[in-house]
């Protein structure tokens, strides 16, 4: 079986859907594009950390009440996006402060959508891999 044959394989393009999502860039290093894999990593990454440096906030799914709950799912889900980043912040309270404390910086709101795009990008990095790895896209 060929190196070509074997990156089509469902099982195959699923584990590197699942290692895109884990590490941005991840997925393309795995299917051999080294470049765009960095280029790609290191931009979500890069943002990741402007986020996190100009006060943004993480969002989670526990903590808020009522209809501030639901309000909290898109932002939560776009954060999960940024794969191990957002959960090594989880583990380490990083990022997660109550927003009357981050609120207080200038620069919160840039912060806020730094993070917010990082994670959105690394969800489509890692369609981009998955796609690649399935043969879907040369």
Excluded at 38 to 63: E, K, N, P, Q
Aim: aromatic letters at 10%.
């Amino acid at each position: 079986m060929e190196t070509s044959d074997r990156m089509h394989a469902p099982a195959v393009a699923w584990m590197v859907g699942i290692v895109a999502w884990l590490v941005p860039g991840g997925g393309h290093i795995l299917v051999g594009r080294w470049g765009r894999g960095l280029l790609l990593g290191g931009t979500v990454g890069l943002m990741f950390l402007i986020g996190l440096r100009l006060g943004g906030h993480l969002f989670g799914f526990a903590g808020q009440e009522g209809t501030n709950a639901l309000l909290q799912i898109p932002p939560a889900i776009a954060n999960m996006g940024s794969g191990l980043l957002y959960l090594i912040c989880w583990l380490l309270n990083r990022g997660f402060g109550e927003g009357a404390d981050l609120a207080s910086s200038p620069t919160f709101e840039y912060g806020n959508t730094f993070l917010l795009v990082a994670g959105l990008l690394n969800y489509l990095v890692m369609l981009d891999a998955f796609d690649l790895a399935a043969g879907r896209k040369r």
